[in-house]
């Protein structure tokens, strides 16, 4: 059974920092790519930042120079280190693991960044 257990969500106040993990367990295949996704409240679910397993790494415009992925391998974890936080960085922080032949996204952390 495949699970992904993610952790390290919470509330900081501005300007502060937050590591998420998400470990993926129960995958039999290698996972090409590892993404981070978030979902305020009345918005739509939007990609944050996505690394591959050759190397490629993106990032979504609002959080360039602030938030860095990355991930290990061996233990089929990624993590996103989060600095320099703000208000509107709250949401919901959705992993996802995916390769040609399947996709699972983990249960969501809350992220509460006060001003």
């Known amino acids: 059974q495949v699970q992904l257990v993610e952790s390290g969500g919470g509330l900081v106040q501005a300007g502060g920092s937050l590591r998420l993990s998400c470990a993926a367990s129960?995958?039999?295949?290698?996972?090409?790519?590892m993404e981070w996704h978030r979902q305020a409240p009345g918005k739509q679910r939007e990609l944050v930042a996505r690394?591959?397993?050759?190397?490629?790494?993106s990032y979504a415009d609002s959080v360039k120079g602030r938030f860095t992925i990355s991930r290990d391998n061996a233990k089929n974890t990624v993590y996103l280190q989060m600095n320099s936080l703000k208000p509107e960085d709250t949401a919901v922080y959705y992993c996802r693991v995916a390769s040609y032949v399947y996709e699972y996204w983990g249960q969501g952390t809350q992220v509460t960044v006060s001003s």
């Open positions: 690394t591959t397993r050759s190397g490629s790494i």
């Open positions: 129960g995958i039999i295949f290698s996972i090409d790519t």
